[in-house]
């Protein structure tokens, strides 16, 4: 139940427990999460066969590797065997294969069983079909994106059609050339608040003025709260005395070199659901991934991208990632006061979104039609 009789000005948001049911984040898991794409690492992290990286999506353990002919791999992190867990590190190397510290099962990067104690006296025992259960995986951006989903949807009418909803076309975005871009700068946030709650912040500029001093210095257009980034195609401009998209306005670094005229001294704010943001500016990429671990924790892993000879150069990036950094520890302190309010006896029915903060509204329909009814 949301509440009803409103002003036409105000529209309803989920109800509070929408952000703190365990049953509502199992429901999210299973068909958001474990049902859609899913954006897991930077390709860059497996630069070699046999580097791994395991990541939790949805309620799965997924093992991401780099096979010998150098394509990238996904699996279930789960030995065929008798269910211990593969990998229990988030991230490391290992030579041809990966052995199981239970009883001793390996299998090769391709997944396949080739070699247990006392294998060969169990001829009929198929070394695929006991072999490492395969998800669905791609490639986009320099981004590996995995779907555990039987059947996985189109990326281009999801994870694109998200990115040409915000821009137009997916070319705006191709010009920015990002998979060609390197890390920078990582950062990982530990955020005390559902997921939920990070996507609608990020949706919305309404906050902007209050929270955001130095973003709105940079941008000045954001500082109305009316969240004129989200019309179609429309990048917020830098201000006239802004050089560059950094902490003090001071100049950036060597601008990608792809980008249209009209992309420069602008910035791009996408949401590609479930879990992905791409914020776009004239000579980085800010690349944020959440990994929702329960229903008020989310881990938020973010890449500051920036050309291959300006990370080479060792050239001061701070300037830059301090801005954006700023931004995120604002948001995040925002959504972690709103996180505890989510079970108070007001918020049982939600609470309400200003005009600038409607399109939230849809966000807000898409997530019950994924889930379906809550009792
Ligand atoms: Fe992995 Fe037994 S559980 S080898
Ligand atoms: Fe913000």
Not at 4 to 18: A, C, F, H, K
Not at 24 to 45: G, P, T, Y
Not at 243 to 268: C, H, L, N, W
Not at 292 to 313: F, G, H, M, N, Q
Request: proline residues 5%; aromatic residues 10%.
């Amino acid at each position: 139940m949301t509440i009803t009789n409103l002003p036409e000005s105000l529209i309803p948001t989920l109800p509070g427990r929408y952000y703190t049911d365990p049953d509502v984040f199992r429901l999210e898991q299973e068909r958001i999460f474990e049902a859609m794409w899913f954006c897991v690492a930077r390709s860059s992290e497996l630069p070699k066969p046999g580097a791994f990286r395991t990541v939790d999506v949805g309620r799965e353990s997924v093992l991401v590797t780099r096979s010998r002919g150098g394509g990238i791999r996904a699996y279930l992190n789960v030995c065929r065997h008798r269910g211990a867990k593969l990998c229990t590190e988030p991230a490391g190397e290992v030579g041809r294969a990966f052995q199981c510290p239970y009883h001793a099962w390996t299998y090769d990067l391709e997944g396949k069983l080739i070699a247990a104690p006392n294998l060969t006296k169990m001829p009929d025992v198929g070394r695929t079909e006991y072999g490492l259960a395969a998800v669905h995986v791609t490639e986009w951006l320099g981004y590996v994106w995995v779907c555990l989903a039987e059947e996985a949807p189109s990326f281009d009418e999801t994870v694109i059609a998200d990115v040409v909803g915000r821009l137009g076309e997916v070319e705006a975005l191709e010009r920015y050339d990002v998979d060609s871009l390197e890390v920078g700068r990582r950062i990982v946030y530990d955020v005390k608040a559902n997921w939920k709650l990070i996507i609608e912040n990020f949706m919305e500029c309404y906050h902007c003025a209050t929270i955001h001093p130095e973003l709105t210095e940079v941008l000045p257009e954001f500082a109305d709260g009316y969240a004129a980034q989200y019309y179609v195609g429309h990048g917020a401009e830098f201000g006239d005395e802004i050089k560059g998209f950094t902490i003090d306005g001071s100049e950036g670094v060597a601008r990608i070199p792809t980008i249209s005229e009209d992309q420069d001294r602008r910035y791009y704010a996408i949401t590609v659901r479930p879990q992905v943001f791409i914020n776009l500016v004239p000579d980085h990429v800010i690349f944020h991934r959440m990994y929702p671990v329960s229903e008020e924790r989310t881990i938020v892993e973010c890449d500051w991208l920036y050309r291959k000879d300006v990370v080479a150069s060792g050239t001061d990036v701070s300037r830059s990632v301090e801005l954006f950094d700023r931004v995120n520890r604002q948001d995040f302190d925002a959504c972690e006061r709103c996180q505890p309010a989510m079970s108070s006896r007001l918020y049982e029915q939600g609470g309400v979104l200003v005009p600038s903060e409607h399109h939230i509204g849809e966000f807000h329909h898409w997530v019950e039609s994924r889930i379906g009814p809550v009792q």
